[in-house]
């Protein structure tokens, strides 16, 4: 059953063009009322235009749609995944301390925490150089090919942790643009090179296609025989694993229940385990656990996925803004907004809910997004002065690790609360027209010129502030996004963990590549298809 969100589209009109700065004069405490911490975490959503009324009705979504209850659903390992049939446990993954987890009445947890052991070793026996390649030299470089969940998570993450790497340079190549892969393989060496094939499938195209090529390109200088050295594989079909030639002690298995996009935390992260080394990977893991128990036992005002979510769906389906940005002040993020926008548009963007019905209202927005400050010297100008509204999801750290560039951070983290002060302020015509005037405008020309110069405030944002990004902060972070993802599709009814809407893409590239070679005909295409071909067609 769809929710109703008849209360709050009420609110909403009622509220009208309500200044969220009155918010701020009708309650003294609104920051503190309006913020939520967790394990040194704060959420601020103060500069929104929710009141108590609007959380209130927010909060009546959660009972309406069964968040509780769904909610432990996905951690006790029931079937949520209904298209597919499949649990959801990526939390399992991370669950290093906690009880057993049954799928089907069988605990996976010994399995969970053995393959975790296994890659706790041989990420140690890499790193230390007791696993070497064919020339017995250390390996240097690790390539993980992957692409979507199999690639974002462990390339966001081994970006973002720049400062615990201190194993092997790890590089990623995803597109099946062969420029990708010859771009990375022309800067490492292949007597010193891992390759890391990641795929959950082991069926996709373009993870196929680019681990057939850094084959082609080892094999004369290792021979047939060094593939087994230097292949790797993270897999849920070891049949196929065993097919392309990787020794099963080089396979890093897991269950069908991690979905590709939620799968950073257990193989499919063994690139950045071995390079920040096992320790630190657990950190990670321990981060998103931490978030995975405030998760389920904090109350809705003081749970962080809850007011991120409900927060998020006040913004999409009430207030109908249809894009939302992540900004993250921390240039080690880089990658963060491309990983939200899989995590978040794969997972809710959908445009039918569980039973099959059409829904009634819009499926989850656009995410994009860059890191501050760069992004305010691109795109800033359209979130402060264009025609739509884009709430802004900023987050920042108290400090850098640069601690002699002290003084960046301090800027870096004052252009990051001036953003969001400045969208919520804004600037009137009045004030715009004292700093013309003060400039020597008068008349007509003056208030042409102010007119340019107005702000009008009001958008909203919110800052997730921490400590300092360290592996358990990523960890928190991570998670805390992915059970947003999970509150919101339950709110609007949706599977958050099928895809479908990625198949209809691969069968058709699949149906064109012949036609494009000449090996079969394309009048059966449309005109621009056919036009397109004509003109591609070598
Ligand atoms: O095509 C979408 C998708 O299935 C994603 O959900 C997934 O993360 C990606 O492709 C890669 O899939 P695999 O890990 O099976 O290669």
């Not at 913004?315 to 995590?343: D, I, K, M, S």
């Amino acid at each position: 059953m769809p929710v109703d969100f008849s209360a709050l589209n009420a609110l909403h009109t009622a509220a009208g063009s309500r200044h969220m700065l009155d918010l701020f004069d009708a309650d003294r405490s609104r920051a503190e009322n309006f913020s939520a911490r967790a394990d040194g975490l704060l959420f601020d959503y103060a500069k929104t235009n929710i009141d108590v009324q609007t959380r209130e009705a927010l909060f009546a979504l959660l009972d309406e749609a069964g968040v509780a209850d769904k909610r432990e659903a996905m951690f006790t390992g029931e079937k949520i995944n209904d298209t597919e049939g499949r649990a959801v446990l990526h939390t399992a993954l991370r669950n290093l301390d906690g009880g057993p987890v049954l799928v089907d009445g069988k605990d996976v947890m010994p399995e969970v925490l053995n393959t975790l052991a296994r890659m706790d070793d041989f990420a140690d026996r890499i790193r230390r150089g007791d696993i070497s390649s064919v020339s017995g030299s250390p390996f240097e470089d690790i390539v993980n090919i992957g692409i979507g969940g199999s690639d974002l998570g462990p390339v966001m993450a081994y970006e973002a942790m720049q400062p615990y790497v201190d194993g092997p340079r790890c590089h990623f190549v995803s597109n099946v643009d062969g420029a990708h892969i010859h771009d990375v393989l022309a800067r490492v060496n292949p007597q010193t090179t891992l390759i890391i094939v990641a795929s959950k499938t082991f069926t996709t195209i373009e993870t196929m296609t680019n681990a057939q090529t850094a084959r082609d390109w080892l094999v004369p200088h290792i021979g047939e025989d060094g593939v087994s050295k230097h292949f790797a594989a993270l897999s849920t079909a070891k049949d196929k694993t065993a097919a392309f030639g990787i020794d099963p002690d080089l396979v890093f298995g897991f269950e069908d229940w991690v979905g590709g996009r939620y799968s950073v935390w257990g193989p499919i992260g063994l690139s950045l385990m071995i390079a920040i080394g096992p320790q630190n990977f657990a950190d990670f893991l321990r981060g998103a656990q931490a978030m995975d128990v405030h998760f389920r036992t904090a109350a809705p005002k003081d749970n962080l996925p809850v007011l991120l979510a409900l927060v998020g769906l006040w913004h999409n389906q009430v207030c109908g803004h249809a894009t939302r940005a992540v900004l993250p002040y921390e240039q080690r993020l880089v990658r963060l907004p491309a990983y939200f926008q899989q995590l978040e548009m794969e997972s809710n963007g959908k445009r039918v809910s569980m039973d099959g019905e059409d829904l009634p209202y819009h499926s989850g927005p656009v995410v994009w997004g860059e890191p501050g400050t760069n992004g305010q010297h691109a795109f800033y100008q359209l979130i402060h002065q264009g025609t739509r509204v884009v709430p802004c999801e900023f987050m920042v750290g108290k400090f850098g690790h640069e601690t002699h560039l002290d003084h960046q951070h301090e800027l870096l983290v004052s252009n990051c609360l001036a953003q969001s002060e400045a969208l919520m302020r804004g600037r009137d015509i009045d004030e715009a027209r004292a700093v013309m005037a003060a400039k020597g405008f008068e008349g007509a020309e003056l208030e042409r010129q102010a007119a340019h110069r107005v702000f009008p405030g009001n958008r909203p944002s919110t800052t997730l502030a921490y400590e300092v990004l360290t592996p358990f902060v990523l960890g928190q972070i991570i998670a805390l996004y992915e059970h947003r993802v999970f509150v919101e599709g339950v709110i609007l009814g949706i599977n958050s963990y099928d895809q479908w809407g990625v198949e209809l893409g691969k069968e058709l590239a699949l149906a064109l590549q012949p036609v494009l070679s000449g090996n079969k005909s394309g009048s059966d295409k449309d005109g621009s298809t056919r036009h397109l071909i004509d003109f591609l067609k070598v």
